[in-house]
């Protein structure tokens, strides 16, 4: 069964501090998503890559399509950035990227002031 | 900013019952996708939906489920006899094309009793 692994499962850190999230994959993918869960429940998507890197803001994903792996880095970290952050993908077999993702467990991070 | 909406937010049904979630997905996008999370568990993918029929659907969509675009706006989800582990929080989602990024909807908690 192919599934998306992500560690830590629970990380709690001091405000300011650099945060990293990894993400590994066992087979062939067409797109990676990082996608942050607040406590509401509601999924708001991050970012979607499939090759390099990408930065909105604070955030940082970067992927190593080789080792099969990606990480999601915060930069300056601020307690409302304490939520679930989950990694997805679309595998290359399943519909050329068009179906459903396959989702981690979810990486619960909590920043303290 | 264009979202997904889904109502209701919440809806509490007897075992046995059928019950109907709806999703208003982004105007212009063509692929529309159910999940569900179960408190404490990963999201898991349901069904996936592409010009007017079902393009993927995993062991959990079973025959009590079943998807429908009945006009230009609406998706939904319906279980034909609500049982207990159907207790989830349900999201729908839309893209518009493969491999571009998903959109969320902030959810329908169904409580099955």
């Known amino acids: 069964k192919n599934e998306v692994e992500q560690s830590p499962q629970n990380l709690t850190a001091q405000e300011g501090e650099f945060i990293t999230i990894n993400c590994s994959y066992s087979?062939?993918?067409?797109?990676l998503h990082w996608l942050q869960q607040h406590p509401g429940g509601g999924i708001v998507s991050l970012f979607m890559?499939?090759?390099g890197k990408k930065k909105h803001g604070r955030l940082i994903a970067t992927i190593n399509i080789q080792e099969k792996h990606s990480s999601l880095h915060i930069t300056a970290s601020h307690p409302r950035d304490s939520a679930v952050y989950i990694c997805?993908?679309?595998?290359?077999?399943?519909?050329?990227?068009?179906?459903?993702?396959?989702f981690g467990k979810g990486t619960h991070l909590i920043i303290q002031p | 900013e264009p979202e997904v909406t889904q109502t209701p937010s919440h809806q509490v049904t007897q075992m046995g019952q059928e019950v109907i979630l709806r999703c208003v997905p982004i105007s212009n996008h063509l692929y529309f996708y159910w999940y569900r999370q179960i408190l404490g568990q990963k999201v898991e993918f349901l069904v996936s939906?592409?010009?007017?029929?079902?393009?993927?659907k995993s062991e959990i969509f079973d025959d009590q489920f079943s998807v429908e675009r009945p006009d230009g706006s609406n998706f939904t989800l319906k279980i034909r006899s609500t049982k207990l582990e159907d207790s989830a929080m349900y999201f729908c989602?839309?893209?518009?094309?493969?491999?571009?990024?998903?959109?969320f909807g902030q959810g329908t908690r169904l409580t099955v009793v």
């Open positions: 939906f592409y010009n007017n029929e079902i393009s993927e």
């Open positions: 989602a839309s893209r518009r094309e493969p491999n571009t990024e998903a959109f």
């Open positions: 087979v062939g993918i067409s797109a």
């Open positions: 890559l499939s090759s």
């Open positions: 997805a993908v679309s595998y290359l077999y399943s519909g050329g990227g068009a179906d459903g993702l396959t």
